[in-house]
């Protein structure tokens, strides 16, 4: 299954690029994570529970990142074991590009599945991977941007001189 798309993100090429590197941002973007460990240079492990049709699963798995181009791009790799479901692997090669308004982030996927996910059939399969992706990149981009402005009065805390605080990384660097 191959799939590509791109979204904007309202913050600096680096800020993206230092959340997807923090494990503590990716676990808050992982649909169905629960741990996160490790770090960009040796890797992440990760626990992930997913449903996929009438398959329930605990997934081990490990995530690699590769060709890393700081500010720019990187290769995400990575395989989980789901034991009597079978297996997933897959990558993920992510772009960032300044742009008006903030960072673009284009991403191209690539997913394999083995076991009993594979007899589920490809549309389930591929709708399913389809699912996770936008639902990731979806998380990252509310994660790194913080809440919206429908959320802002209640979500958000004033800074220093009345300025308003949002998103993980202006949160470390206040």
Not at 13 to 24: G, K, S
Not at 66 to 95: H, R
Request: hydrophobic share 40%; with cysteine; aromatic share 6%.
């Amino acid at each position: 299954m191959h799939m590509t798309d791109s979204r904007t993100i309202a913050a600096t090429p680096e800020e993206v690029w230092a959340a997807i590197l923090d494990p503590d941002v990716l676990k808050q973007c992982v649909p169905g994570c629960t741990e996160m460990s490790g770090s960009a240079e040796e890797g992440f492990e990760a626990t992930v529970v997913q449903k996929v049709g009438p398959v329930k699963a605990t997934f081990q798995g490990t995530v690699a990142l590769s060709d890393m181009v700081p500010g720019q791009s990187l290769k995400l790799s990575g395989e989980g074991k789901g034991g009597a479901a079978g297996f997933a692997k897959g990558g993920a090669d992510v772009t960032l590009k300044a742009v008006e308004g903030g960072t673009e982030l284009h991403y191209e996927v690539e997913a394999k599945v083995g076991g009993k996910l594979a007899q589920l059939g490809s549309r389930i399969i591929d709708g399913f991977a389809k699912k996770m992706a936008d639902q990731f990149f979806s998380n990252f981009q509310t994660v790194v941007e913080g809440p919206q402005e429908a959320d802002a009065d209640s979500a958000e805390t004033a800074g220093e001189g009345g300025e308003k605080k949002k998103g993980w990384f202006k949160k470390l660097v206040s």
